[in-house]
């Protein structure tokens, strides 16, 4: 059994018989009274947010949780066919865990699986992911002197917006967790 100094912010815990990861932790000591760790932790099942004081010291379960690479397949209805690289093994996985980063999945892309026994308990598409613009407006020579965006439909079907001179076929780096373009790629 672990105690409340093991745990870090993406520890995953059980907390109340429910699977929970650590979002955000503080050491708090205030004034003449006893320290505690304040906590913030997220539901894996549902999603839902909490918040929990634990006594400094106090014991808590920290779940080993086994993180696989695996290779996304296709979409089937609202789950994700993902395959294991070495078992060649097909897993379907909700597409719930991989959040808003689900409408950047293609085909043959390498995720992160988290097990807990033999339950999918989170998704994680890779942080960065390359992207063609099949459409958008057209661009102009010399459309950089402002941070204008404008609409892109990526190949995955996805709309982000993008600066101004950017055209069909030009490929763009996007990061997963937030959906903005980060950079635009030559290819």
């Known amino acids: 059994m672990a105690d409340t100094g093991d745990i870090n912010v993406g520890s995953i815990i059980r907390f109340n018989g429910e699977l929970v990861q650590i979002t955000d932790y503080q050491h ?5 009274l006893r320290a505690f760790y304040q906590a913030k932790m997220r539901n894996l099942k549902n999603g839902k947010q909490t918040e929990n004081r634990f006594r400094s010291g106090e014991g808590v379960e920290i779940v080993r949780v086994e993180y696989r690479q695996m290779q996304f397949i296709y979409t089937e209805a609202e789950f994700a066919v993902v395959m294991d690289n070495e078992t060649y093994e097909q897993i379907h996985v909700p597409l719930m865990l ?3 980063g689900s409408k950047f999945l293609k085909e043959g892309m390498e995720v992160k699986i988290s097990f ?6 989170i998704a994680e598409p890779p942080t960065f992911v390359e992207c063609q613009i099949t459409y958008t407006e057209p661009g102009m020579k010399g459309d950089t ?11 995955t079907g996805t709309e982000i917006s993008v600066p101004l001179f950017f055209n069909e076929g030009d490929w763009v780096k996007i990061d997963t967790r937030t959906g903005d373009y980060v950079e635009r790629i030559k290819k």
């Open 28 to 32: 708090r000591t205030p004034g003449n």
């Open 98 to 100: 991989f959040g808003s």
């Open 116 to 121: 807990e026994g033999d339950d999918v308990i």
């Open 145 to 155: 002197a402002t941070n204008t965006l404008k609409k892109a439909t990526l190949d």
